[in-house]
């Protein structure tokens, strides 16, 4: 039975058993965070259902996907300076952050494991993908951590989109375009599904952003900080503007996803039910 | 800085498939520093535009929100 983190892998190599402990330490608390965030069960089960069924290659992927997501979290955390409830038994951050280094090498190391399972093409193809997101996404970091005293406008907006799409957004494109790549032979299909995953993943992050802002340190550049900027109605207080434009922005984004799946019904459909169920009122997220 | 991105842009900049490694992904940017936004993902300063150009009605939006018992944001954990 394969090991819900896989670290199985990790005993298989001449490696420290306290460094294989540390790397568990530090990945098992936020990978089984992830398994229990709405809006990332319910885009894997949707994944899973609207294309070709093949459990144990969706299984493996999204395996490391998890494990990709809970370090690149960590290393964010590390880098924000946030408060870690669970802590590696390490002495130093700079140990903290090897492990780190660790974490991502192993997560990248599980997406050998499809070579049993897909053409080699497919797995290439993959791959690429891989990589091309999880550089868009350092560079989205980079970009983040420097924004942080920049003079703000209604313009400062676009950086603050460019952010949220780089970090979050390639990380749902990377989830999407990877099972679609994987599940199904049609690259029109998962060409669609990676661009309708960045949709997703920058939805996400403007979701997180909006619902945590009073938790937000000033210098964050987040989307409550940048309403201020937008005309509007003067009619309404700040929390109306920032529900009015939430609810702007879903739709907008939720159509702009569902055009892209036009040729494929069963699958817009499927998409605009995880939509609903991730983005609507009243729906824990 | 520019805000007027074109969003509608054709050619999609997104991680596509990741079968055209060789193809320029990126559209040539009017925004200076600022780089092209990616894929099909709707430009924020233009829904911005459109929000505050009246395609939002703020009564309109008073009466469903309060209408329907809550907003439509996601609730907070």
Redesign the interface.
Known sequence: MTHPLRLTRLTQLPLRQEFREQLAELVRPQVEQLWQHPPIVAMFVTLSAVLPKQEQTAKLFADAWMLMYATIGRLDSLQDGDSILVLPRVATVGEHYNLVFASYVFADSLLDDLAMHVPEGCLY??Q??WN??LL?MADGQQQDLASGAAPR??????????IA??KT??TY??AF?GM??LLSDD?EL??AF??VG??YG?LIQY?DD??DAATQPNAALTLPALLPF????S??TPP?I?????????G??HN??L??LAPYPNERDAVAALFTA??A????? | ???Q?NPSHPE?T??????Q?DVPTTTPST?GA??P?????????V??????AG??N??E??ID?YG?G????????
């Open positions: 193809s993959l690429r993908l091309n997101c868009r406008s209604f313009d400062t907006l676009a950086v603050y989109q460019q799409q780089a957004g390639a494109a990377l375009g679609a790549m690259r998962a060409d990676t661009q960045e949709i920058t979701a909006l619902r937008i005309p509007h109605a009619a309404l109306q920032a529900s009015a434009f939430w609810s702007y922005v879903y907008s984004y702009a996803a055009d892209l991730a983005f009122p009243g729906t824990p997220q | 800085m520019d805000s991105i999609h997104a991680p596509s498939a990741a079968h490694e925004a600022l780089l936004f990616f894929g099909a993902v709707p430009a924020l300063t829904v911005a535009l459109q929000f505050a395609s939002f703020p009564i939006f008073l929100s329907s809550g907003s439509h944001r996601p609730e907070q954990k």
